[in-house]
Every structure is written in C-alpha cells, then in structure tokens.
C-alpha cells in the first residue's frame, strides 16, 4: 500500500477529511483495526440454550455465534468451506447443525465440518479437521457483553476495557436480575462513514441542544448536562459522557429511566420498580455509582451504548460512505413484562430508524460525508480541538475527566486510530499469508 | 351481510378519505392531519426479520406465514405511537431547528390495493369499526439527488364518522430488513 498523507496532528487537534472518505484508509481500518479488536457481537442473553444462535459481522466479516453442545458460545465464519456460501441464512434461531444450501456439507455448532454428503460416493479421503468454518477463536464476555477478536494474540477483552469497567457497569451491573437483550437488532443503512456514530457516541455531547434543538432546547436534560455534565475518557479510545449528580440528590432525579421527566409518565408499578433499582445501587455498586446519570458509552472501535435510552448500537463499516447501524434494545431482566413493555418508549420514541433524535442525527451524518469528500479541502482538516488540555483526572472517576463539550473523547479516539492504521500491516510481513 | 352496492359505497368513501389523507401528507399539512386521529391511536411500525422457518409446519402456507417474520409485542417494535407522539412528530416536523426536515423532503404518496374487510372482527369496544388494508408506494427526494422509494402494507382500524373516517390504529408493514432508506419517522 502506498504512504499516507497525514490524517492526524500531533495532538489530534485537526483530523483530515480523508480520514472519512479515502479507500485506503477504510483498506488499512479493515486490517488494522477490525481484524485486531475486540468487537461486540451479541450478549448471552440472547444465547441462552444450547442450539441457540445469532448472526453479526465482525468488520465486514460474516459470523455465526452459537451456544454449543459443551455450553460455550462458539463464533465461526458464516461461509461454508466447499464453495463460500452462508451456512446460516436466519438472524437469530436455535439450530442443531448449520447445513450449507448449495451441497449440504453441513456444520456442527462449533464449526466443525460433519459431513459432505457426496463424499462416499467420490470415494474422496477428506480431512474434516482441516475443513471446519473458520473459528474465530477469542471469544470473551463481560456483563454479559459477548465481544470476539479475528486476532489470536489480542490482549484479555478486561485488560481490553480497563477502566471502561467502571462505567458499563454502572449499567451493565445496575439491576438485580442482570439484562436482557432483546434481539434481533434493528438494520439502517446510512450514507455515512462509520466514525461518525462512533464518535457521536463516544462523548459529542455538544451537538444536542443544536441538532436536536427542537426537542432539547431548554429541556431538562440539557440543564442538566450543563450543571453536572462530564465527559471521560476511561481508556482512549473508550469513552463516557455522564452526569454526576451532587451527594444527596433525590432519587426521581438521578434514576435510570427519568429523562425528561419521562418516569412521570410512566405507571406507578414502573416509578416504583425505577426507584427501587436507584434505591439499592448504592449498597450494590457503591455511592458514586448512585450519584451518576449516563449519556452516552463508547468501547473502541464501534461498540455505543446510549445509557438513558437503553440501547447498544454496533457501526458496521460498508465502504468508507456507508454504515450498516444495528441497534439492540436493553432491558432489566427482572422487570415485570408490564414494566418492559413500558420501557419500550425510552428507546424507539428517540432512537432506532425512527427516532425523533436519531432522524437528525443520521442526516447530520451523511451531511458530513459529503464535505468530508471535498478534494480541494484537503489542506483544511477538522477541528477537534475544544478542551484541549483542560482534562485532568478526577478524585471519583477512573479515567480523565473533561467538561461536557470537551472534544477529547474524540483526540484519544483518532490518536489510538493512527497508531492502529499506521501500525505494520499483514502486507508488510514477510508471513502476513500466513496470519 | 352487505349488499354489494353497500360495499361500492364504502369502497369509494373510504379512497377518497386516504386519497385526502395522502394529499394533507404530501403537502405537509401535519397539523391538520392530526385531526383524522382517533385520540386513542395505536401507530406501529413492527421490526421484519429474516427467520427459520418451523419444520413443523413445512409445505403448509404457515411456513412462512408473515406474522414469524414481524417482532412480537414483546420486542421493541421500530415504531409505536400513540397521540402524544405523533403530535409531537408534526410539530417538529414544521419547526427550524428540526434539520431533516428542514429543508423538508419532497414526498408523493400512492395508495392502492384498498380493502376493507366489514365482516372481520374489529375487536371489542369497536363503535363500528372497519378493518381495512392498503398498499402504499411512497417517493422520498430529499435535498438535491437524494432519492429513495418506500413501499408497504398498512392496515388500519377507521372508525366511520358523519363525514370521513378516524384512524383508530395502523400497522405499517415495511418491505425491508435492513432500512435503507434515510428515516422511518415519517407518516405512512
């Protein structure tokens, strides 16, 4: 591959424009970053028996992760070995075996090849050992969180998170009974390049009372992020914007499920389950924990969680102007279904293809691209700079800690993407066939 | 029974009325189409699926029966509002600082395959409520190049009035898995 051009500064203060539009750039992010992270692929909620599966992608890259026979989530690559074909076609099932429609060599769980119908007849020796789904081997959770890596040497996915610990389970770890995802997810696809959710996400707390001036302008939320807002950066390239609310303030305030003053309108069979979760998490996950009011969670590279709307969304790359954005709504377990049912609003009111917030944002997005793609503005890169310097650590937080409208999420983001892509590459390795 | 002179008629009443709804859409006449709402409306749009079909039921026409295809009550639906919402939804949709509708996309709305269905059973409380499909083929264009086709099923319960029609519920059955249009945050 050839040189190239500088994309980042020093301090990551200007971004290039061709760091969202150029194809070698989305080349080298395909090798270098989504071949070598941990990337979020379903959670065990949705894997809860043997047989059960679902299909993602890591990357570009088409995977099946099943609960096996041995109790363990198994993620293979959805092609068959024969003649490349998905041996899966569903996005969620339960399934004995996964039976390729072009021949019928058929899969177990696991990945291993079974059987080749046409073999006996061939009288072919054929080593099935050798001819199994390729297995992507590091598969890790956290909270629940099943996260895979195409890398065979990537580090632990907790050493991986680091302090990003702290902040998923504030949600992760928030109620009794534990989470349930409710999938499949929903699908969009968006002219935009992948970063830009990402980076949303991560911390672009900034652009709400603007974008989504109709709905925040002046609203609750909004005053809140401007008193008590806070934007860390647990790892870079890991993000959360939080609220940290002053010790003693009222529960109604600080609670999960009360935007907006959202949990008003609510039933009280829901107020009440909302208040006793807050009640409890002081004794649970310890007295800062109670005091924090989520935004917005990223992990690095394309893992978001919005905290307040009860959603993990996942940016699939498609080509450097186009994203395949997945969003899995998230529930307390042990919610009664009534209460479910009513939490609903939290997330699709807002969020999802539908979104009051989400049908600007998604614009917005592919808005960006089309200046991201102006040629004759490669000399005048992005401005990443707001904040710049003022982050400090934090007596409570782990990570560093700036103002809500602190672009540094951003800066640890695009620093640890440079070293990423400009790290050597599969290309320049005498053994890179080989990896 | 209805005699099909009957039918005739409501076939007719009932075009006319979403051939005016249509049209208020178009012409982003949002607040005055909040008024053909039933206050008690149900608005959803259910997520659609790519499943396994049951092999019980193989070589039978519940195979692969829509409904295995449409997220169930207990899934989050891709929309589902209620009066409030929608208010809220056409507001925004007039206001500035609402920026994918501003400047607002041109839409062009078909509506066809109507079919009512009087004797189907409306559910209970119905002040002789109608079930009623369609079809709609939306255009969508959107600032200079931007241009997208939508295409579904709605199924509606309207209620009749003196004159016209309340939609008491719609359930937009949309043509795709992955959305690849800009927003679903229209009115269908």
């Known amino acids: 591959m050839k040189p190239l051009p500088p994309l980042v500064n020093q301090d990551a203060s200007f971004v290039s424009r061709r760091v969202f539009t150029d194809g070698d750039v989305y080349r080298r992010e395909q090798q270098r970053i989504f071949a070598r992270s941990w990337l979020y692929l379903a959670h065990e909620s949705e894997l809860k028996e043997k047989g059960d599966f679902v299909t993602g992608f890591l990357g570009e890259t088409p995977v099946i992760a099943a609960r096996g026979q041995d109790g363990a989530i198994h993620v293979s690559v959805n092609s068959c070995t024969h003649r490349g074909l998905p041996v899966c076609r569903a996005e969620r099932g339960h399934a004995a075996r996964f039976i390729c429609p072009y021949h019928n060599w058929t899969y177990a769980l696991d990945g291993r090849l079974l059987a080749v119908p046409q073999q006996a007849l061939t009288h072919t020796q054929i080593d099935k050992g050798a001819l199994g789904l390729r297995r992507v081997t590091r598969v890790e959770s956290y909270r629940g ?105 009222d529960s109604e305030t600080v609670m999960w499920g009360s935007e907006n003053g959202s949990a008003r309108m609510f039933s009280a069979e829901t107020q009440a389950y909302l208040r006793e979760v807050q009640d409890q998490l002081a004794g649970r996950l310890g007295p800062v924990h109670a005091r924090i009011k989520g935004l917005t969670f990223g992990v690095y590279p394309n893992f978001s969680f919005l905290w307040a709307n009860s959603v993990i969304r996942v940016s699939h790359p498609r080509a450097p102007g186009q994203v395949d954005y997945w969003s899995w709504w998230v529930v307390p377990a042990d919610a009664p279904p009534a209460v479910k049912c009513e939490l609903q609003s939290l997330y699709n009111a807002s969020f999802g293809p539908a979104g009051l917030f989400e049908q600007d944002d998604s614009e917005a997005w592919s808005q960006q691209y089309l200046g991201s793609a102006i040629e004759q503005l490669d000399d005048q890169p992005y401005f990443y700079g707001l904040g710049l310097g003022e982050e400090q650590p934090h007596p409570l937080l782990p990570g560093k800690v700036g103002t809500s409208f602190n672009e540094h999420y951003a800066r640890a983001f695009y620093l640890r993407w440079k070293r990423d892509i400009e790290s050597a590459g599969d290309d320049a390795r005498p053994d890179g066939e080989a990896r | 029974m209805m005699r099909s002179a009957d039918r005739s008629d409501l076939q007719q009443d009932i075009a006319r009325f979403y051939y005016r709804e249509a049209r208020l859409l178009d012409e982003r006449r949002f607040l005055t189409w909040l008024d053909l709402l039933a206050p008690e409306i149900v608005y959803r749009i259910p997520a659609r699926h790519n499943y396994v079909g049951e092999n019980s039921a193989r070589n039978t026409e519940q195979y692969h029966s829509l409904a295995h295809e449409l997220s169930p009550p207990e899934e989050a639906p891709i929309r589902r509002d209620n009066l409030a919402l929608l208010t809220v939804r056409a507001q925004r949709a007039l206001a500035p600082q609402a920026w994918s509708d501003n400047p607002p996309p041109r839409t062009r709305r078909m509506i066809s395959n109507i079919e009512p269905d009087p004797d189907a059973d409306p559910g209970a409380g119905s002040k002789g409520d109608l079930r009623v499909y369609s079809n709609f083929l939306l255009s969508f264009s959107h600032h200079s190049a931007d241009n997208h086709l939508y295409t579904g099923q709605r199924r509606d319960v309207l209620r009749p009035q003196e004159r016209g029609f309340l939609i008491v519920e719609r359930t937009i059955i949309l043509d795709w898995n992955v959305i690849t249009a800009p927003t679903l945050a229209l009115f269908f």
């Open chain 1, 145 to 249: 969180l099943v996260f895979a890596s195409l890398d065979d040497g990537i580090q632990p996915l907790d050493q991986y998170l680091g302090n990003m610990r702290f902040y998923l389970d504030n949600y992760f770890d928030r109620f009794p009974g534990g989470v349930q995802v409710i999938g499949p997810p929903h699908k969009w696809r968006i002219a935009a390049n992948w970063k830009l959710p990402v980076e949303n996400q991560l911390g672009d707390v900034g652009h709400g009372p603007f974008l989504h001036g109709f709905i925040m302008r002046n609203n609750s939320a909004t005053t809140e992020i401007n008193e008590f807002g806070l934007n860390v950066v647990p790892e870079p390239g890991h993000g959360a914007a939080i609220r940290l609310f002053p010790e003693g303030t």
